[in-house]
């Protein structure tokens, strides 16, 4: 997937920009402060409808304007001259357009424009709360999934109304009530921690090989899914799943009744990262812990790669000044067969020898070649 150009109105510092991209890897570099962060977050609306870096759309609007729009030509073998526009106002709200049509469901068009972004926030994957870990998986397989998409949107939704009924209803309601959202939540759950596992099991099978490619060692790295329906390790089928669900719900019905909440479903599961049987989490040097993102990022664009048998486009935030030697070859090894890729920098003379790309100065909200 190729980002062929680029239009951004009143969007962070950038009032006006129009920039054509180069089909392999763009550098971009830049002072601090200059908009290098914003320009990728531009491209990132135009894959997910939304920012890594807030929640709050508004944020992303210039000072002093009232809305933005993000303009961007994408091409595949598939897709030939696809422009999407999303535009985002605090009065109107947020809209979006593929070659001039509305789309009004943001969720049909996830997955049209893959991408995949490495940022310094990433690193905290590993040591972050169990909600970052989960974020990670609900993304990377919303990209890749259309029903996984669709049942995270129901059991949010289920989740939320059962927890009102929990918190609300006097014990009788409860009773008489709580099996209308229980088999929803049993059956869009199990679909959620089916496909999270189906990606658990594909990093399991390559994670190894490309955490040691980097850290040249020859540790062994593994990942478990710690599910909140107990050990679903060698649950592959969906009815069993379903089954040890409803049997959890059963258990745990006057833990929830006291609690007020729901406590069992894939909202409340996380993943272990291990190196030799120990987590990352405890046990990981900070190199350690990069050198397990970058290569859980890349299987991640592997994943989506091939699953929907194109190439994502690659976002890689400033992470280079945070890298050494090593970790930078192994990361620079894994991007010459990658697609089309953006990676931002302040250091513009660490890539000139390493890379045949297109680069990019970033100065005075301009964007000029180098
Ligand atoms: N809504 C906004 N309107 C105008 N400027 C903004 C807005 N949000 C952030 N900025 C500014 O945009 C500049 C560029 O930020 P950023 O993209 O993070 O730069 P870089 O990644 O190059 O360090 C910063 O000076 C920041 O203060
Ligand atoms: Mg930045």
Known sequence: MQLKDLEIENFRNFLDLKVIFGNGINIISGMNGEGKTSILEAIYYLTLTKSFRTSNDTHAISYQKEHFNILGRFSSEKLTNTNIRLFSSEKEGKHLFVNKKEVKKFSDFIGTIPAVILTLEDLR???GGPQERRKFLDILISQVSPLYLQS???YRRTLQQRNALLSGGNKDAIEKQIAI???QLVEHGSQIILSRAAFIKFLNQNLTEHYNHISTR????????????GDIAKTEDNTEIKAKFQ???HLMFRYECERKSSVVGPHRDDIDFLKDDKNFKNFS???ENKTLVIALKFLEWKYISRERNVKPILLLDDIFGELDEHRMHGLLDFLEDIGQAYITTTMHDKFKEHLASEKYILKDRKLYAA
């Open 181 to 183: 959202w229980d088999g």
């Open 125 to 127: 994957l590993t040591f």
């Open 152 to 154: 995270l949107k129901i």
């Open 218 to 229: 020859n540790d062994s790295i593994r990942v478990h899914y710690r599910s909140s329906l």
């Open 247 to 249: 049997k959890k719900l």
């Open 285 to 287: 040097s900070q190199g």
